[in-house]
């Protein structure tokens, strides 16, 4: 914008006139920004961070089926050992 055109807009509206102009436009072109950056970037980035949860659920309840499984093996094992001990 021209300088010269801004002296001139101030010396006719006066400063306060052109500031709350120009803070409106500031306004204005961050809400348009946000509306068509922002918030379509933000929904891909939830429907990605739903993907991610949903994984980490699934790799729990791995984790926890491998613990008992080998809970399992590990008691069968030692009441197993049990048996083949001697007996003196």
């Avoid at 500031?26 to 918030?39: A, E, G, N, P, S």
């Amino acid at each position: 914008m021209d300088p010269n055109l801004v002296a001139e807009l101030v010396k006719q509206y006066g400063f306060p006139i052109v500031a709350a102009v120009g803070m409106g436009y500031f306004v204005w072109f961050i809400y348009k920004f946000v509306t068509d950056k922002l918030m379509p970037l933000i929904g891909e980035t939830n429907v990605i961070l739903i993907a991610l949860i949903d994984r980490i659920r699934m790799l729990d309840n791995d984790l926890i089926r491998l613990n008992q499984k080998v809970s399992v093996v590990l008691q069968i094992k030692e009441d197993h050992s049990d048996d083949i001990k001697p007996k003196d």
